[in-house]
């Protein structure tokens, strides 16, 4: 059974940091593109990025681009979401997923997901 645990969220100030980290158990993780996202408060869930299985290739999207970073230690099964420079609008759930390698680096089809870790950004 796949299970992707989240963790590292909490408050941070406008202009901080956070690093969250996912966690991934029963699924060969090196052969898997993961994924981050998030959802505000009442909004819909919303692609943050992405990273190849090997983590030679991310993508993000435009809010986060040169502010947050993605990348993954495939020995530790884990992938971490480097947040900089946060704003307000960065407040919400933040959940990691899960797709197999042959997949397209995108915000598309994945098949496994956490259940995320909160973050919230005072302004």
């Known amino acids: 059974q796949v299970h992707l645990v989240e963790s590292g969220g909490g408050l941070a100030q406008a202009g901080g940091s956070l690093r969250l980290s996912c966690a991934a158990s029963?699924?060969?993780?090196?052969?898997?593109?993961m994924g981050w996202f998030r959802q505000a408060p009442g909004k819909e869930r919303e692609f943050v990025g992405v990273?190849?299985?090997?983590?030679?290739?991310?993508s993000y999207t435009d809010s986060v681009k040169g502010r947050f970073t993605i990348s993954r230690d495939n020995a530790k099964n884990t992938v971490y979401l480097q947040m900089n420079n946060l704003k307000a609008e960065d407040t919400g759930d933040y959940y990691c997923?899960?797709?197999?390698?042959?997949?397209?680096?995108?915000?598309?089809?994945?098949?496994?997901w956490g259940k995320g870790t909160q973050v919230t950004v005072a302004s």
């Open positions: 997923a899960a797709k197999p390698s042959y997949s397209s680096l995108s915000r598309y089809d994945y098949n496994y």
């Open positions: 029963g699924l060969t993780f090196s052969s898997y593109i």
């Open positions: 990273i190849s299985w090997s983590g030679s290739s991310t």
